[in-house]
């Protein structure tokens, strides 16, 4: 970093509150504690103070590996090194090179397109399978995040006065996550409870559905998983009733294998969405799928073709860090998923123990290296369940503590917490002495 050109860090922070809406790129940052950071290596970070924290958060998951990597960073430098850049026209072998990684490694995915966000991957992926059905409805899960679009940023966190008590088989109301969205005067969206196949039937009973989408994992409220036989039960469900079934594997895809979610739970998707993890910490998102649907993207009817057209999708920077990333977790996989599973382990024991020990109510969810910790007496099994018996206030706390003592959890109730392949046995000691002191 050139400070000459960049001015101090305190000012740069300055800058930021006097030029940027909230200080933050991402409203999603904008929390309490509000702290600066500067650098990240592998397991920790350091803020603007020089101050070090244990980094459970991983920007919300992509550093599967910890920051910085130094082979994927190598990778990234050595493509800019080769003057790779983006040409804006015609195949780049780059993207072959990645396509082909990803299609050999993932047993479900046929084909491939890369975009730059995991918002726009989920957004393309509802538009195809309206392509492909020829149907305008679709189906999201409460408590399910799939992006930042219209139609797709609807009911992850409410209260229950938004959503009203649990509505089984049924709907619940749409909640836009902001102002602005316009997709409840539409209702082509329609929100079932996880974990619920019933209110899928109910809505496809009454609407041409294109899609399901969801997250295989309920990840951005914490860790909430689904029942044996969901997903399972999910794809038959979309094979009788015609719809597409869409995995949202931006958050989970990686975390525990290169064949993410759906190889863990043995289920073959239609289409499946990529992003965070998969490079790294570097900007690229995969939307992927069996060919019969990905073809539709370059149909020559053009009728048929769903848009997708993006400046700077198969950029090199994020196709190189993708490239190495999978490389990385496909040649040493079997180490570093053992790795991130006992240190899940540990955390998840560790955490456990001190609950007990302080008679507290409290559970810890998790699958592999995520987990998220819970103030109720069992594991969630869906939003309204989390909403009423989770205690949010204590959550935040309890996070706002640890986060005074350098063990940086995102201070959010519920928000699923990441542990990387650079963080050491003694990283989650020392996490949960801090938790077990933010509990006093
Ligand atoms: C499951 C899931 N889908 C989609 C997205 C959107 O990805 P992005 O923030 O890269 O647009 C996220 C981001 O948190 C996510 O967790």
Not at 165 to 170: E, Q, T
Not at 393 to 418: F, H, W
């Amino acid at each position: 970093m050139q400070r000459s050109t960049i001015g101090k860090i305190e000012n740069s922070l300055k800058n930021c509150h006097e030029y940027l809406p909230g200080a933050v790129s991402s409203m999603n940052r904008l929390v309490s504690p509000s702290i600066g950071f500067e650098r990240g290596d592998g397991a920790y970070m350091w803020d603007s103070d020089g101050k070090k924290y244990t980094d459970f958060h991983a920007a919300f998951a992509p550093h599967l590996l910890g920051h910085n990597n130094k082979e994927v960073n190598d990778a990234v430098i050595e493509t800019i090194g080769k003057q790779r850049s983006l040409f804006g026209s015609g195949p780049v072998a780059l993207e072959g090179e990645l396509a082909a990684l990803l299609c050999t490694e993932i047993a479900a995915l046929e084909k491939v397109t890369f975009l730059n966000t995991g918002s726009e991957a989920t957004a393309l992926a509802v538009k195809l399978s309206r392509a492909v059905t020829g149907r305008d409805h679709f189906i999201v899960v409460q408590g399910s995040y799939n992006g930042n679009t219209d139609e797709l940023a609807c009911n992850v966190f409410n209260t229950l006065e938004e959503i009203g008590p649990r509505v089984s088989p049924g709907e619940y109301p749409i909640r836009p996550l902001g102002a602005g969205t316009v997709i409840d005067q539409q209702r082509l969206v329609h929100v079932v409870n996880f974990n619920d196949l019933d209110s899928i039937r109910y809505v496809c009973s009454r609407y041409p559905v294109a899609a399901v989408i969801t997250e295989p994992v309920l990840q951005n409220i914490g860790v909430v998983k689904p029942d044996d036989g969901y997903l399972a039960g999910l794809r038959a469900l979309a094979d009788e009733l015609g719809f597409l079934m869409i995995m949202d594997e931006v958050k989970t895809g990686f975390r525990q294998g290169v064949g993410g979610y759906a190889a863990v739970a043995d289920v073959s998707p239609d289409l499946f969405t990529y992003g965070k993890a998969v490079a790294n910490g570097f900007p690229i998102a995969i939307l992927g799928g069996k060919s019969k649907y990905m073809d539709v993207l370059a149909s020559p009817d053009l009728s048929r073709r769903p848009l997708v057209a993006g400046t700077y999708n198969g950029h090199p920077v994020g196709v190189a860090a993708a490239i190495a990333t999978v490389n990385i977790l496909k040649s040493q996989g079997e180490v570093i998923f053992s790795h991130l599973e006992k240190l899940g382990a540990l955390a998840e024991q560790g955490i456990t123990d001190v609950l007990t020990a302080r008679g507290v109510a409290g559970v810890v969810a998790r699958v592999g290296s995520a987990f998220s910790f819970y103030f109720m007496d069992h594991a969630p099994r869906d939003f309204h369940d989390l909403l009423v018996n989770h205690d949010f206030n204590r959550d935040v706390e309890v996070r706002r503590k640890m986060i005074g003592e350098g063990a940086y959890l995102v201070p959010v109730a519920t928000k699923q917490c990441s542990i990387s392949a650079a963080h050491t046995e003694g990283d989650i000691e020392f996490m949960v002495e801090r938790f077990a002191a933010a509990l006093r």
